[in-house]
């Protein structure tokens, strides 16, 4: 597509429910990133995949979060037994590679949770 | 281990006024360095990127910015304020594995005052 699409927009779930957000690339960035973005935070990196490598899943912050990324295209952010803690807009990027610094990554609108 | 720490969480001026964004990174390798900006609702949007060539960086908008070694600074400017920059700005740094990841400050936003 012209730019990263996520959905959904927007999310109300209650405490302990599973939620999963999707994030779908520009066609042709083997790049996948999720940030999350707290109120008055900065940006929170996640988790990043490149091709077929094993994704960077160093900023998860629980074994609550998990993320997949099917055939190289379309993501899904799983979060199970919601906290009230995990409300946040997640972010989706994209890039075409990343294994040049100099790539520029191209941001989703974001998907707003939010664990009542 | 690389981060990037933004001075001042809120910054207002006056329109026509000069904005001064402030940015400092660490980083154990020669950075790449990134100012991207969100405006109200939106994903967000590359405004520049500092890559090792010149310095002094030019980016859309009328914004720039200017990378100081000697300073650890990476400073967004632009000489005269619109109501229409009126977002918040996020300034980045490349991660030091090769790889493609970008450390985030905490974000500055900006007001603009008619």
């Known amino acids: 597509g012209a730019g990263v699409s996520q959905s959904p927009s927007n999310k109300v779930t209650e405490k302990g429910k599973d939620v999963e957000l999707r994030c779908d690339p520009i066609?042709?960035?083997?790049?996948l990133y999720w940030y999350r973005q707290s109120l008055g935070q900065g940006l929170e990196f996640l988790i990043y995949?490149?091709?077929?490598?094993?994704?960077?899943k160093s900023g998860l912050p629980s074994d609550r979060f998990s993320a997949e990324r099917t055939g190289g295209s379309v993501s899904t952010l799983t979060i199970q037994r919601t906290q009230q803690e995990d409300s946040a807009v997640y972010l989706c990027?994209?890039?075409?590679?990343?294994?040049?610094?100099?790539?520029?990554?191209?941001f989703g609108a974001g998907s707003r949770l939010t664990v009542l | 281990a690389q981060s990037v720490t933004q001075l001042g969480s809120h910054v207002s001026v006056s329109e026509g006024a000069l904005v001064l964004l402030r940015c400092n990174y660490s980083?154990?390798?020669?950075?790449?360095l990134f100012w991207y900006v969100q405006y109200p609702n939106q994903g967000l949007q590359l405004l520049l990127k500092?890559?090792?060539?010149?310095?002094l960086v030019k980016g859309i908008n009328g914004f720039e910015a200017e990378f100081k070694k000697s300073e650890t600074s990476f400073h967004l400017t632009k000489p005269s304020a619109h109501m229409s920059d009126a977002a918040e700005y996020f300034c980045?740094?490349?991660?030091?594995?090769?790889?493609?990841?970008?450390?985030f400050g905490t974000g500055t936003r900006l007001t603009v005052i008619p």
């Open positions: 990027a994209s890039s075409l590679s990343a294994t040049g610094r100099a790539n520029v990554l191209t």
């Open positions: 066609s042709g960035h083997t790049a």
């Open positions: 995949f490149q091709g077929n490598s094993a994704p960077d």
């Open positions: 980083s154990s390798v020669p950075p790449y």
């Open positions: 980045a740094v490349s991660d030091k594995s090769g790889a493609n990841n970008l450390f």
């Open positions: 500092y890559t090792s060539a010149a310095t």
